[in-house]
Structures are given as structure tokens and as C-alpha cells.
């Protein structure tokens, strides 16, 4: 079965700290989507990244970046030089994109990450 | 990219009434459509998938007479929540699914969520 773990209930930083949010899946699929989606107290979430299975390859997107490593089954996100802005509850997701019938989304219980100024 | 929107985005209703949700994609087609709960400072847990012309697919636990899910086009999907009681209050977020060029995957869009609130 598939399965996501952010073991990191609730993180507080400091202003213009580097934090790192943890995300281990599970799953049997060789092809599938990791995700990650922030959502703010408006409720909405907000799409951070998509990563394919076969591309390990890690990602920086401004002060985020993004770490995947299949031989430990973890994408793990990492926002440099936080800020205020960035506090929010963050989603890791897993879905398997390829068969109609078990294309669900599985998310993680969620992070809450506060930077406090 | 793809913009899902949900109408409400808040309702408060009384005990024993029912409420509906609609959930449109406003720039392409969505053969299926997803809903999901959210309660307070908790995971989004999957209710149903719901596919144009055909009855919807509840995940194991959720009352398939309360919470009642149509489908009747390419971009919309509504979620009625049947003699609402105080526990169904939650945050509800519908996402839409579009087939990529290519034909070989899909891409999953999420609305901005209904917040409801049965008094």
C-alpha cells in the first residue's frame, strides 16, 4: 500500500534559519509523482513541485530546494533563509500517474512550519 | 496553469439541512474529479472520485447517502452534504483531473476549498 510519513509534526524557526522538512514514502509502484503543496491559513493549497520517479535529480527553485533519494525513499524540502511569509502547513503527496483506476492522491499528515520574526 | 474554482468558499448552515458545493474547472475538461475533507490541523483524506456520467467511487468509511456527489459534466462536480450535523463541519477541497498531452499521464488540480460550518 502507499504510504506517506512527514514525521515532523510542527517545526519553529527563526527568521532567516535553513530548515528541512522530512518526507519518507512508501510504495510498490516503480512509476509514480511525488508533490509537495503548501497551504496557508486561507486553506488553499498552493502546488510546489512535482517530481517523476525516474528523475532523481535534486531542485532549487529560489530558496527552496528539493532533495529525492529512491534508496532511502525520502523528497525531502528545504527552504534557505526563511521567512515570516513562509509559514504554513506543508504537504508531501504521492500519487501514481499512469493507471485511472489508482490515481489518488496520498498526503502526509502535514508539517506546520512557523519562522517566527 | 489549470484553475479549479469551488462555490462557496464558506457556508454556515443549521443542523438537519443540506448543503451543496460545486466544484468547476474553468479552462479545461475534467473527467474526473476528486473531493476531499480536511478537519482542523489534520490531513486531506480522500471521500470519493467522481467520473462524468457515472456514480461516484467512496473510499471505505464514507457514507455514500450522505455525502452525495454529481457528476453531470466535463466541468462540474457538486458535493451535497445531506442533513448536515455538527461533526460533518470540515473544510472540503475538490481537485479536477485532465488528461496531459500525450495521452500517458494526468495532471490533478485543486480548488481553493469550502469551509462549512454546521451550527
Known amino acids: 500500500a502507499q504510504k506517506v510519513t512527514q514525521a515532523q509534526t510542527e517545526i519553529s524557526v527563526v527568521e532567516k534559519e535553513d530548515v528541512t522538512l522530512d518526507c519518507v514514502y512508501e510504495?510498490?509502484?516503480?512509476?509514480?509523482?511525488l508533490f509537495w503543496y503548501k497551504q496557508p491559513p486561507s486553506g488553499e493549497l498552493v502546488f510546489l513541485i512535482r517530481?517523476?520517479?525516474?528523475?532523481?535529480q535534486n531542485e532549487i527553485s529560489g530558496r527552496y530546494s528539493w532533495n529525492f533519494q529512491k534508496s532511502t525513499s525520502s523528497f525531502n524540502f528545504t527552504i534557505t533563509a526563511s521567512q515570516v511569509v513562509d509559514s504554513a502547513v506543508y504537504f508531501c503527496?504521492?500519487?501514481?500517474?499512469?493507471?485511472?483506476?489508482?490515481?489518488?492522491?496520498?498526503f502526509g499528515t502535514g508539517t506546520r512550519l512557523k519562522v517566527l520574526a | 496553469g489549470a484553475v479549479v474554482s469551488q462555490h462557496p468558499s464558506r457556508v454556515i448552515c443549521k443542523s438537519g439541512t443540506s448543503v451543496k458545493i460545486e466544484c468547476r474547472s474553468l479552462?479545461?475538461?475534467?473527467?474526473?474529479m476528486f473531493w476531499y475533507r480536511q478537519f482542523p490541523k489534520q490531513s486531506l483524506m480522500l471521500m470519493a472520485t467522481?467520473?462524468?456520467?457515472?456514480?461516484?467511487?467512496?473510499e471505505q468509511g464514507v457514507e455514500k447517502d450522505k455525502f452525495l456527489i454529481n457528476h453531470a459534466s466535463l466541468t462540474l462536480s457538486t458535493l451535497t452534504v445531506t442533513s448536515a450535523h455538527p461533526e460533518d463541519s470540515s473544510f472540503y477541497i475538490c481537485?479536477?483531473?485532465?488528461?496531459?498531452?500525450?495521452?500517458?499521464?494526468?495532471?490533478?488540480?485543486f480548488g481553493p476549498g469550502t469551509r462549512l460550518t454546521v451550527t
Open positions: 467522481s467520473n462524468e456520467g457515472s456514480k461516484a467511487t467512496y
Open positions: 503527496a504521492l500519487s501514481d500517474p499512469t493507471l485511472p483506476g489508482t490515481y489518488k492522491y496520498i
Open positions: 517530481r517523476n520517479s525516474f528523475d532523481e
Open positions: 510504495t510498490r509502484d516503480t512509476t509514480y509523482y
Open positions: 481537485s479536477a483531473r485532465t488528461l496531459l498531452a500525450g495521452g500517458n499521464s494526468y495532471e490533478q488540480y
Open positions: 479552462d479545461f475538461q475534467a473527467t474526473t
